[in-house]
């Protein structure tokens, strides 16, 4: 077989990178080598105890058999509970739907909502799916370029003119990976503003680094009431619960939305796992400014943050925002380009993070994925002793560039 027998649209399809970076990584360490992987975006913690217990009593109970499309019924609920608690937000049961995993949300609201030629507009940097999902929707993405100086936030003007008469979708995440930007409430009023004036685009608002906040206080777009019926809320577990191998995501949306995602996935992938569904209850139930487990992994992420920080400064030619949420660093390391170690010559940013995966042994990702050459992005789920050893050396590599 080759590829011309693949569909067109797997063939459009690019590997993510981030994966194809941690397959590299493994590959290294195969061959006995010491590598630092801090290309991957999972926390290093393990899952709260608690919601483990809540699996195994689910076990217990015989929660194995086939579960509803969207969703426990008791799972929605309790979701519905922490919107209103946590971000004041009002919804139905009917207007969530459970997936495997927040992509999976993604995915079924994209095609749910994307006809081919349809334009999504999506602010630079990225996750590096939404462009393959707009893909995979045969639609078109219309990019947003930013910067380190506006934080890699886009302004209202930006969004407006990003707009054509085509534009169906807006996807954005706050806190956003690659940058741990976080979008103000005044920040959003003011991208909401520009959206009332568009009634044919939808938005949505990833916001999968909701926990991993260190502004203190979370904010969605879908607060204001003029655009909240336009609104895609896209969250899970993944990332503030340490769950990423549960597989739990879930959407809040318009109720013909939600129906037409649950009609989407019943013919893909039917309901999430029933034991995952249960343990997540209890993960929606929990406060969680009150939850010690949770607390500890913020308060850790947000020193490993101000420690790479520091020790990145120390590096001659990086620049960095200060990321204000998620777990990553993506500082601008454009001032590398050109230079050469008598061996390599490193013209972008891809190279550069190949060098520093056979010279320093440490994998990162290329800001190339993400839709900015100039940077590159660090992840800092892993020890304070990693990171320190990491840096160290990427330093003594990127020091041999004249």
């Not at 972008?348 to 940077?375: I, M, Q, R, W």
Request: charge should be neutral; include cysteine; hydrophobic fraction near 40%.
């Amino acid at each position: 077989m080759n590829t011309n027998q693949l569909s067109n649209r797997v063939n459009a399809l690019a590997e993510s990178e981030t994966l194809a970076m941690t397959r590299k990584s493994r590959e290294l360490k195969a061959q006995g080598h010491d590598v630092i992987n801090l290309s991957i975006g999972e926390p290093d913690f393990n899952t709260p105890s608690f919601i483990k217990e809540s699996a195994k009593k689910a076990l217990d109970q015989n929660y194995t058999h086939y579960s509803p499309v969207s969703g426990f019924q008791e799972l929605r609920e309790a979701i519905c509970h922490k919107l209103n608690r946590d971000n004041q937000l009002e919804y139905k049961p009917e207007q969530i739907v459970v997936s495997t995993g927040a992509k999976q949300s993604l995915a079924n609201a994209m095609l749910a909502l994307l006809n081919p030629g349809d334009e999504v507009i999506i602010p630079i940097p990225y996750w590096v799916s939404y462009k393959e999902l707009v893909k995979l929707s045969e639609a078109i993405s219309v990019f947003i370029p930013t910067n380190i100086e506006s934080d890699f936030k886009i302004t209202p003007i930006q969004l407006e003119k990003a707009i054509t008469p085509k534009s169906k979708v807006f996807i954005f995440s706050s806190p956003c990976n690659p940058s741990g930007s976080v979008y103000s409430r005044e920040e959003l009023h003011g991208l909401a503003r520009v959206l009332e004036k568009h009634p044919q685009i939808f938005i949505i608002s990833d916001e999968i680094y909701e926990h991993i906040n260190f502004t203190g206080k979370h904010t969605s777009i879908a607060q204001f009431d003029f655009i909240k019926d336009r609104v895609v809320l896209v969250n899970g577990v993944s990332k503030g619960f340490a769950m990423t191998g549960w597989r739990l995501g879930y959407m809040a949306a318009d109720t013909l939305l939600a129906k037409a995602c649950d009609k989407l996935q019943g013919q893909v992938t039917s309901g999430t796992s029933s034991v995952s569904q249960r343990a997540t209850i209890d993960a929606m139930l929990v406060n969680p400014a009150q939850c010690e487990e949770l607390k500890t992994m913020l308060s850790a992420f947000e020193q490993r943050r101000d420690l790479l920080l520091g020790l990145l400064k120390n590096i001659p030619g990086l620049r960095t925002n200060e990321p204000k949420g998620a777990f990553y660093v993506f500082p601008d390391v454009s001032y590398y380009f050109g230079k050469s170690d008598g061996e390599n010559k490193i013209t972008d940013c891809d190279e550069l993070c190949d060098y520093l995966l056979t010279k320093a042994h440490v994998a990162l990702v290329p800001g190339s994925a993400f839709g900015n050459p100039a940077c590159i992005r660090i992840s800092y789920a892993a020890s304070e002793a990693t990171l320190i050893k990491a840096i160290d050396r990427i330093a003594l590599a990127l020091n041999i560039l004249k």
